[in-house]
């Protein structure tokens, strides 16, 4: 999957606090959208973009997997955005969703 640009970003979320790539992995940038879930509860919505070889494997029935680090699961959603209105423009890394 590509990181996508999630139109209107709010901001940039880098590596959390000690992060070492050497150990940890390359850890880049992440457009992310705030808004307001719920009274006093913030969401951060991300975009992500298939490669045409993961497009392939979603159309065979392969699952999509979420995985996040650490020993408590956040609450999280996956949804499907609206594809851009002409796909010839732009390129498969910086959609908008």
Same mark, same amino acid.
């Given at each position: 999957?590509?990181?996508?640009?999630?139109? #209107?970003?709010t901001r940039n979320l880098g590596a959390p606090k000690g992060w070492d790539p050497t150990k940890d992995g390359i850890?880049?940038?992440?457009?992310?959208?705030?808004?307001?879930?719920?009274? #006093?509860?913030?969401?951060?919505?991300?975009?992500w973009l298939p490669t045409p070889e993961e497009i392939a494997l979603i159309a065979a029935g392969a699952p999509i997997y979420l995985a996040v680090l650490g020993v408590s699961h956040p609450p999280v959603s996956m949804f499907v955005g609206n594809p851009p209105a002409d796909p010839s423009l732009q390129p498969r890394d910086t959609t908008d969703v």
């Open positions: 999957m590509h990181i996508g640009r999630v139109t #209107g970003a850890c880049g940038g992440l457009p992310i959208r705030d808004e307001p879930h719920s009274p #006093g509860v913030n969401k951060m919505v991300s975009a």
